[in-house]
């Protein structure tokens, strides 16, 4: 029975290693992103799902993310044409031109806006997501943030512009968001006795599944895993507000290790064994976070390695010949949404879930090579 365990045990890391340098890992990148540029070649294009949409809307902004993480690692002039297009079709500006808007979702364009300007500068690129934030802090409410999401879609946006800028009040805004979203909002959204988030102030905790698991989307938490790695990226580590960013990214890599599949993927509710399938957004995002973690210096290798190379082998596997992902779940707030989650099904809208697959493959390639 030894004989037979060990002899299983190096089947499955052989298995593992394979696809696992840097150069496969990025190749599979590209096929899915090379797919999804075929199929939406003009950048400026509306989307589609449901009803027409300015595509400067989450959904796309989370891509883009993505995409200059994919050309950080493998620079490529489309990516930045493709992006510096569809920036200006926008004028830079939040979703649909609304300069007051207070919704976390309109403003995640500003990431990828601000990650541009640092290339090619040109302070039109920022100016008007600033005018935006201005209006924001303005209003003296920084309870905004009721779901967790939006401490995604908005968070590091704030701290890029704290950074680039140099003006403190923009950090110091996004941190009062989030320490009130954290330890307030609906009776507070972060758990800390379990490390995980519910997703939001309609959810009362303790908010439970059918099998009387507590109920923490896989992709809300990834969400927020994710926000806390590009948020502390613009933090120097003796800030104060890094410390307690990093004790909860501490926290959550904890509890997401623990509820790890033993085929790499994470439940769609992290800790129940309801809507139990395959899903590849929350474990792009994890694997994200894990490997940044593991970067710099704030996780241990021998601890978080292994969890991150189940992860790769699970998501290589969602990634059909031609590019397109199978596995992602569509649009919602909570497991249930968008259900059953399958290797074919193409999700509402089809452009976020790869935005969170660049992040993770990106971010992992590092790791394999070193960097």
């Not at 490529?76 to 926008?90: L, N, P, S, V």
């Not at 005018?131 to 779901?147: E, P, S």
């Amino acid at each position: 029975m030894r004989i037979l365990t060990t002899l299983i045990a190096c089947i499955l890391s052989l298995a593992m290693a394979q696809g696992q340098t840097k150069e496969e890992i990025l190749t599979v990148a590209k096929r899915a992103n090379d797919y999804f540029m075929a199929k939406w070649n003009d950048p400026t294009e509306p989307t589609k799902a449901k009803k027409i949409r300015p595509n400067n809307l989450w959904t796309r902004a989370v891509y883009f993310e993505g995409l200059m993480a994919l050309n950080e690692v493998e620079p490529q002039q489309r990516y930045i044409d493709y992006t510096k297009a569809w920036g200006e079709f926008h004028k830079w500006g939040p979703y649909s031109q609304n300069i007051n808007t207070i919704d976390a979702d309109h403003q995640c364009c500003a990431q990828t806006y601000i990650m541009y300007y640092r290339m090619v500068g040109g302070d039109e690129k920022i100016a008007t997501m600033r005018k935006n934030f201005d209006n924001q802090i303005a209003t003296g409410n920084n309870q905004r943030w009721t779901w967790i999401d939006a401490i995604q879609m908005a968070m590091p946006a704030f701290a890029m512009m704290a950074k680039t800028t140099g003006d403190r009040k923009y950090m110091d805004y996004a941190m009062q968001s989030y320490t009130w979203s954290r330890d307030t909002c609906g009776g507070k959204l972060f758990n800390t006795a379990e490390g995980l988030w519910w997703r939001d102030a309609n959810f009362v905790a303790p908010y439970k599944e059918k099998d009387g698991k507590n109920c923490y989307w896989s992709r809300g938490n990834g969400w927020v895993y994710a926000a806390l790695c590009r948020v502390m990226n613009e933090l120097s580590p003796k800030d104060p507000y890094y410390k307690l960013l990093k004790n909860d990214f501490l926290m959550m890599s904890k509890a997401l290790l623990a509820c790890q599949r033993e085929d790499g993927f994470w439940n769609a509710s992290l800790v129940s064994q309801d809507f139990a399938g395959k899903e590849l957004t929350g474990t792009s995002l994890f694997l994200y976070g894990m490997s940044w973690g593991l970067r710099n210096g704030i996780l241990k290798k021998k601890d978080y390695m292994p969890a991150m190379q189940k992860a790769w082998a699970a998501l290589a596997t969602c990634v059909h010949n031609d590019g397109f992902l199978g596995y992602v779940q569509g649009s919602g707030d909570r497991p249930a949404s968008n259900q059953p989650v399958t290797y074919v099904k193409e999700p509402d809208f089809d452009d976020y879930g790869l935005g969170c697959f660049l992040l993770g493959a990106t971010e992992y390639a590092k790791v394999t090579s070193g960097k």
